[in-house]
């Protein structure tokens, strides 16, 4: 039988406007891998605002000239330099149906000037209304959090990366399953890091997630629970909320 006469469904969802979407999840919670599955599913971009700052300084703008010179005194990037670089990205055309934020807001003032943004450029318009930001929260406890982070091993020959403490584990410990590289350690997934990285985490999120759950934009779901499920969940909250 000839497959290439097997017509392609009609995808409906790269078709939908799906809006803003914000995912937030602590490091170890999947957030990179979902956020990939949406970006897929949909066929929506994924910002992040490192790959912006990165963007700009290597096109050398103006904007990216003065993140460079803050960062090389050891800076971070203010929020309105940021917010800048983020409103020429979404001003692009492949934003026009929507797109996932990574990175991006970091800081209450950075949701209250996405909030504006959204709003004076009535972003998403439909006939009855604007779609809203949906936010999406993987959770997953402590201590789960911890025995993913702690058990990743890196291949430094192609790349991959592998989980002693899930199922995602190299088939001999320690042994890279495609070239047989020695697995590594990458210096992120040193313990003392992970506490470090998980205790900023939460410094940094807690503020917002006050700030969209006063709002009523939250969504939890489980991050712990099957990637199929977690996907499904993601993409009821995507279509299911009400415009505004
Ligand atoms: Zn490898």
């Known amino acids: 039988?000839?497959?290439?006469?097997?017509?392609?469904?009609?995808?409906?969802?790269?078709?939908?406007?799906?809006?803003?979407?914000?995912?937030?999840?602590?490091?170890?919670?999947?957030?990179?891998?979902?956020?990939?599955?949406?970006?897929?599913?949909?066929?929506?971009?994924?910002?992040?605002?490192?790959?912006?700052?990165?963007?700009?300084?290597?096109?050398?703008?103006?904007?990216?000239?003065?993140?460079?010179?803050?960062?090389?005194?050891?800076?971070?990037?203010?929020?309105?330099?940021?917010?800048?670089?983020?409103?020429?990205?979404?001003?692009?055309p492949d934003c026009a149906r929507g797109y996932i934020l990574d990175g991006f807001p970091r800081t209450v003032v950075q949701s209250e000037w996405l909030d504006d943004y959204l709003a004076e450029n009535h972003c998403f318009r439909t006939e009855h209304g604007c779609k809203p930001l949906v936010v999406i929260q993987l959770v997953v406890e402590y201590n789960k959090l911890l025995r993913r982070l702690t058990g990743r091993r890196t291949c430094p020959t192609?790349?991959?990366?592998?989980?002693?403490?899930?199922?995602?584990?190299?088939?001999?410990?320690?042994?890279?399953?495609?070239?047989?590289?020695?697995?590594?350690?990458?210096?992120?997934?040193?313990?003392?890091?992970?506490?470090e990285r998980l205790k900023n985490y939460e410094n940094q999120t807690l503020p917002l997630v006050k700030y969209y759950a006063q709002r009523h934009r939250l969504t939890d779901i489980d991050g712990a629970a099957e990637l199929e499920f977690i996907s499904a969940e993601a993409f009821k909250a995507i279509e299911h909320v009400d415009s505004v």
């Open 158 to 195: 192609c790349g991959r990366i592998f989980n002693n403490n899930t199922s995602q584990r190299s088939l001999v410990e320690g042994v890279c399953d495609v070239d047989g590289s020695a697995l590594v350690t990458r210096k992120d997934d040193r313990d003392d890091v992970i506490m």
């Open 1 to 92: 039988m000839d497959t290439q006469a097997i017509p392609v469904p009609f995808v409906k969802s790269k078709q939908i406007l799906v809006g803003p979407v914000i995912l937030l999840g602590a490091p170890g919670a999947g957030k990179g891998t979902q956020a990939k599955r949406i970006s897929d599913h949909y066929g929506i971009p994924q910002i992040s605002t490192g790959d912006i700052l990165r963007d700009n300084i290597s096109r050398g703008t103006q904007l990216g000239k003065e993140a460079k010179e803050l960062m090389e005194n050891g800076h971070f990037a203010p929020d309105q330099l940021v917010c800048q670089m983020v409103a020429d990205r979404l001003a692009q």
